[in-house]
């Protein structure tokens, strides 16, 4: 089975901290994602990856950075959190479209 | 950009009853995701179709490419069915998705 690790399920930082959350999958799949997921909102696309080194924003990427120096692992990175980022990031692989997603990282900025 | 809808937002069923969930979207697509997602837990992909209909278990997802509209059934459902539905519509070669706000499913005992 294919698996996708992120690195904390919870985490609480301060405003203005800079902050790593990390996404490892296991299946060689080329292409990754780093989603957030709010109530009401659903699931919002803030980066994707294609490749390595090879990034493209999605529909909220303010705020955010991203970086993949390996084909295995896709980091996202607050510059410096604020509170508006206190969500639920999620982190998926995907080959042929279908997707498989990491278990989560609650996030609370406060 | 494609918008997703689905219906309906919240749905409390007993068990063994039959579920129906909605999902249309705007624009034309090259497949259409429904996901699982159980309380606190990760997202797992149960069906993706780009025509006709698929069966896995208790589980039927339905396609009508003219009418831009899927439903996702659940028969005899079960409590352990009870978690939030998604659809998801993707288009192009990226594989970027758009995403429904998603259907909290409820079954009681």
């Known amino acids: 089975d294919v698996k996708v690790t992120q690195s904390s399920r919870y985490l609480v930082k301060r405003t203005g901290e800079k902050v790593f959350l990390e996404c490892v999958q296991d299946?060689?799949?080329?292409?990754m994602f780093w989603y957030r997921q709010d109530p009401g909102l659903g699931l919002r696309l803030i980066y994707f990856?294609?490749?390595?080194?090879?990034?493209e924003k999605g529909d909220i990427p303010e705020g955010y950075s991203v970086s993949r120096e390996k084909k295995e692992r896709f980091s996202l990175i607050l510059e410096s959190a604020s509170t508006n980022q206190t969500s639920m990031y999620l982190c998926?692989?995907?080959?042929?479209?279908?997707?498989?997603f990491g278990s989560g990282t609650q996030l609370s900025v406060l | 950009k494609n918008e997703v809808e689905q219906s309906p937002q919240n749905l409390t069923a007993q068990e063994g009853e039959f579920i129906t969930i909605n999902c249309s979207y705007s624009?034309?697509?090259?497949?259409l995701h429904w996901l699982q997602q159980h309380p606190g837990g990760g997202i797992v992909s149960l069906f993706m179709?780009?025509?006709g209909k698929k069966k896995h278990g208790r589980l039927i997802a339905t396609i009508n490419i003219q009418e831009k509209h899927s439903s996702l059934h659940i028969t005899a459902s079960h409590p352990r069915d009870s978690a939030v539905y998604i659809c998801?519509?993707?288009?192009?070669?990226?594989?970027?998705?758009?995403f429904g706000k998603g259907t909290l499913l409820t079954v009681n005992p």
């Open positions: 624009v034309g697509i090259s497949a």
């Open positions: 998926a692989s995907s080959v042929t479209a279908k997707l498989f």
């Open positions: 179709l780009s025509s």
């Open positions: 998801a519509v993707s288009g192009g070669s990226n594989y970027k998705l758009t």
């Open positions: 990856s294609y490749d390595v080194k090879m990034k």
């Open positions: 299946m060689d799949h080329e292409n």
